[in-house]
T-cell receptor, first 114, second 115 residues
């Protein structure tokens, strides 16, 4: 398996534009997580899914952020409209099942909003 | 809710020096504890984990960590660091009944090894 795949690796956009980040988890994994990494706040869990269903979105900062998982092999994190303070690295991670002991992370998407 | 504190934000060491990175957590119940490493430009990788049993756990690349329940700590150690250990290190915790769900991360410690 190629691991967790995120796209794009880098995204530069203007304030007010819509941004969509994509994630393909490891095949067969039941859990998918979206994290945001900043210098000030470290790694923050935004939302996670179990079998494509959102379980906890309490970390989503504002209504401008939304996430979907239409099927087991694909998830998106959307920011609309984007703001400069959204600039961060966004990571996706997947876990096999509830008893698994390791989360596998993607390479991340570095988002810059100017 | 659980939280994790990593008090060392940036540590600079010479090669062959010994390393200890602090990690303290707060949670009222039984926890699982993890250390992840992020090499420059790469994704996070699991270094080691503690679920139960021997509180001294050994991970990859010569790293180890000791869970001290009374101190709510899970410090990472390595007796002799190498230049290739330059990376950012994250301590993480979750409630024991959640497996690997809902990992809560510390803010990370940047480790710089000087050749």
């Amino acid at each position: 398996d190629a691991g967790v795949i995120q796209s794009p690796r880098h995204e530069v956009t203007e304030m007010g534009q819509e941004v969509t980040l994509r994630c393909k988890p490891i095949s067969g994994h039941d859990y998918l997580f979206w994290y945001r990494q900043t210098m000030m706040r470290g790694l923050e869990l935004l939302i996670y899914f179990n079998n494509n269903v959102p379980i906890d979105d309490s970390g989503m900062p504002e209504d401008r952020f939304s996430a979907k998982m239409p099927n087991a092999s694909f998830s998106t994190l959307k920011i609309q409209p984007s703001e400069p303070r959204d600039s961060a690295v966004y990571f996706c991670a997947s876990v096999g099942n509830r008893g698994d002991t390791e989360a596998f992370f993607g390479q991340g998407t570095r988002l810059t909003v100017v | 809710a659980q939280s994790v504190s990593q008090h060392n934000h940036h540590v600079i060491l010479s090669e062959a020096a010994s390393l200890e990175l602090g990690c303290n957590y707060s949670y009222g119940g039984t926890v699982n504890l993890f250390w992840y490493v992020q090499y420059p430009g790469q994704h996070l990788q699991l270094l080691l984990k503690y679920f139960s049993g021997d509180p001294l756990v050994k991970g990859i690349k010569g790293f180890e960590a000791e869970f001290i329940k009374s101190k709510f700590s899970f410090n990472l150690r390595k007796p002799s660091v190498q230049w290739s250990d330059t990376a950012e290190y994250f301590c993480a915790v979750n409630a024991a009944n959640f497996g690997n769900e809902k990992l809560t991360f510390g803010t990370g410690t940047r480790l710089t090894i000087i050749p």
